[in-house]
T-cell receptor
């Protein structure tokens, strides 16, 4: 299984809602990533988990809260988002975080904040 | 800071044509990645290169470390190849990817 899955595919939420994005991989990868991608822009790294521990937070606002319950699963909890947070949220995984690790991306969750 | 430049930004081709997309970067890297993204879709990793050349089906990727340059070639292009192709690099020992702005390829039937 060489796939990263993400649910839901689409999410529409109001600014007062609380929702979660889910990412799963069964490749035995020990590093998992969240990226945010705005239209016609490259992805921007948000968080990195290595061996289920948060190793990088790229100064992301606290209204985004990541969680890694186990080595296969990565969640992104959303609360009190702003319309400018509307974007494609991509999850990725890699064997490790060393320099020769290929990242495998999921299909993304298209988030719209009203 | 590593800059990643891709050319061209946009490319339109007729089905069957040979396609080349170029990527240049400014500092030493440990690996270079070619990624594909269909409109509105997720990202697919096509290649990871640290030297030489790799081939997968109709896709060929090459890298010249001394010249800090990589090319992605598509032979016998097909409309389903229409997508954004993104070059990304791992600078030095850093796992963090620096992305180019992407090349939008449109292949007409």
């Amino acid at each position: 299984d060489t796939e990263v899955t993400q649910t839901p595919k689409h999410l529409v939420m109001g600014m007062t809602n609380k929702k979660s994005l889910k990412c799963e991989q069964h490749m035995g990868h020990r590093a998992m990533y969240w990226y945010k991608q705005k239209a016609k822009k490259p992805p921007e790294l948000m968080f990195v988990y290595s061996y289920e521990k948060l190793s990088i937070n790229e100064s992301v606002p606290s209204r985004f809260s990541p969680e890694c319950p186990n080595s296969s699963l990565l969640n992104l909890h959303l609360h009190a988002l702003q319309p400018e947070d509307s974007a494609l949220y991509l999850c990725a995984s890699s064997q490790g975080t060393g320099r020769y690790n290929e990242q495998f991306f999921g299909p993304g969750t298209r988030l719209t904040v009203l | 800071k590593n800059e990643v430049e891709q050319s061209p930004q946009n490319l339109t081709a007729q089905e069957g044509e040979f396609i080349t997309i170029n990527c240049s970067y400014s500092v030493g890297i440990s690996a270079l990645h070619w990624l594909q993204q269909h409109p509105g879709g997720g990202i697919v990793s096509l290649f990871m290169l640290s030297s030489g050349k790799k081939k997968h089906g109709r896709l060929i990727a090459t890298i010249n470390i001394q010249e800090k340059h990589s090319s992605l070639h598509i032979t016998a292009s097909h409309p389903r190849d229409s997508a954004v192709y993104i070059c990304a690099v791992n600078p030095g020992s850093n796992y963090k990817l620096t992305f180019g702005k992407g090349t939008l390829l449109t292949v007409n039937p």
